[in-house]
């Protein structure tokens, strides 16, 4: 995810944006900038790759200055290049913007500009704010942006400076984080504290649709309509490492977190809620074979082949369209038959996996079409792809993966609605489950707001040795997702199994030191879960349920219960998803594990 640090003071600002860009190294970057105010000039400079590669070309160079602004890019517009990367300019070189966040109607706005005259350099969304401001400019910087913001669409945590306004930083909030630090030689802005905190504690949060005027004394806040606002300084504890984490013990922890975030970001700008249709720039390309596809192949490896699973029930309820799944270190040794037509989806978070890229070769080779749904821009996959879909979830650093799940199923629910009705599904299906998508984000949260009950049967289970996860349908695939993300991060053993399949063995081992994750929503597959839970518990085997909020029938038959709130059967996964990450986190956090990066994984696997 971008960062931000900024800085107006007293203090040669170069060390202060440096090491402030060091410590939002943790979010994951793929290029990084800062811009300084050097007299009269603005000093622009950019690298791709890591913070060292920019220090190494500012420090060939002699700036001065005491006031800038510095970025670290996780690259969604265009490719992680030096053009692309942040600060972006305005044509004439006058206004400097940093930001985090997506700005969803850069087109239109790039094409009002374009006939204005203006020239564009950089393939992102941030260079239409900057140029933007520059055009509203008239000798007040705050009134520039606070005009240009109100004619913005989207998410921003913005800083921007300009050549005839030095010792001035203007920044603005709508849904990305910022926070302004003040020390007694200057002002900070940091999208988290990890970039002020070698320098002060002393902060202040702003808020969404606020703004702020930043100079070497002072600051004030106002809303976007300019109305002054009043806040005091909070002071925070935190020690540098514990500032990245953002309060969190673990990354793993701190992602699950992020979900109603990720998700939001998975939907953003991708509903037209009246039609009941999403939209999805990314797959223009060939979206006329794509709408008359019939056959599709999901490849992807580990928790990515999961969400593919529920994703193929997903298709086979909304379209018309057959879907197989495959491991993506499986797909080679396989003779599949390929119809005119057949679209391949590569889904992965990391878009390196090797294996996933082996299986679109193959899939090349065998003339498919090829569709990539992948978290990392610019990554192997999205360029091997004919077109593509991206997650916009930041980086996931633990190596468990937990928010690119949950993103994966909301993605694939889209790719679906939007060829389902094409195919069967009428005006008010796909309206229903838009509004059922936009609710997500709220009920994830009311699943995290179980996080102690959760940590409580975390507690009380976590020194059994195996453990079972069973579902149905939809379910089938998160309940070997669940027992994945138990087994990685707690080495605990565990199965993820089809609850029908029970009987055909695993029932042999039901004891009562066995316990057994059912998921068990009311949806069509209730009652057959049901009958499962009986065939558990008449062998003494503990049995956990993930069952619909309210569900006084499973509470009373169960020896434990996490809830989640009520959706459509397909959505479920998504919010059970939730409730496995949060108990296989508190199991490996008893047993001490090093939940972050557990023994023999890789984050990214690029050997096959
Ligand atoms: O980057 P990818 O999504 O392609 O990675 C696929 C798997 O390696 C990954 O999901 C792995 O299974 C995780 N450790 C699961 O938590």
Known sequence: MCGIVCYVGRKEVKPILLEGLKRLEYRGYDSAGLAIQDGNRIELHRAVGKIAELEKEVNDVNIRGTMGIAHTRWATHGEPTEENAH?????????????NGIIENYLSLKRMMERQGI???????????????????????????????????????????HKSTPHEIVVARRGSPLIIGVSDHGHFVGSDIAAMVTYTNKVVHLRDNEMARLTVDDFSISTAQAKPIERSLETVEWRAEEAELNGFPHFMLKEIYEQPETIKNAIRGR??????????????????????????????????????????????KLTEIDVEVELASEFRYRKLNFPRNTFVVAMSQSGET???????????????????????????????TDAGIYNHAGPEIGVASTKIFTSQVTILTLLAVLLGRHQKLSLTEGVEIIRA??????????????????????????????????????????????????????????????????????????????????VVPKDDMYEKMISNIHEIKARKGPVIAIATQGDDKIKAM?????????TFDFLNPILA?????LLAYYCASFLGREIDKPRNLAKSVTVE
């Open 87 to 99: 600060p972006q300019r305005d044509q004439d070189e006058n206004t400097f913007v940093i930001h």
């Open 119 to 161: 020239t564009f350099r950089s393939e992102t969304d941030t260079e239409i704010l900057a140029q933007l401001i520059g055009l509203n400019f008239d000798g007040s910087l705050h009134e520039a942006v606070r005009k240009s913001l109100s004619q913005v669409e989207g998410t921003f945590g913005v800083a921007v400076i």
């Open 271 to 316: 509903l037209e809620p009246s039609e009941g249709v999403p939209k999805l720039g990314g797959i223009e390309p060939v979206w006329e074979k794509l709408k008359e596809c019939r056959h599709m192949v999901i490849v992807a490896c580990g928790t990515s082949y999961y969400a593919g699973c529920v994703g193929m029930y997903i298709f086979e």
């Open 354 to 384: 090797a294996d996933t890229l082996a299986a679109i070769k193959e899939a090349r080779r065998k003339g498919a079409s090829l569709l990539g749904i992948v978290n990392v821009v610019g990554s192997s996959i999205t360029r091997e």
């Open 437 to 518: 998508l936009q609710a997500l984000p709220n009920q994830v949260k009311k699943v995290l707001s179980q996080s102690n009950h959760i940590q409580a049967i975390a507690e009380k289970y976590y020194g059994c040795g195996n453990w079972l996860f069973l579902g149905r349908k939809y379910n089938y695939p998160l309940a070997m997702e669940g027992a994945l993300k138990l087994k990685e991060i707690s080495y605990i053993h565990a199965e993820g199994y089809a609850a029908g399949e029970m009987k055909h063995g695993p029932i042999a081992l039901i004891n009562p030191k066995m316990p057994t994750v059912a």
């Open 558 to 566: 169960v020896d434990e219960m996490v809830e989640i709130p009520p």
């Open 577 to 581: 998803g939730v409730s496995c990450q």
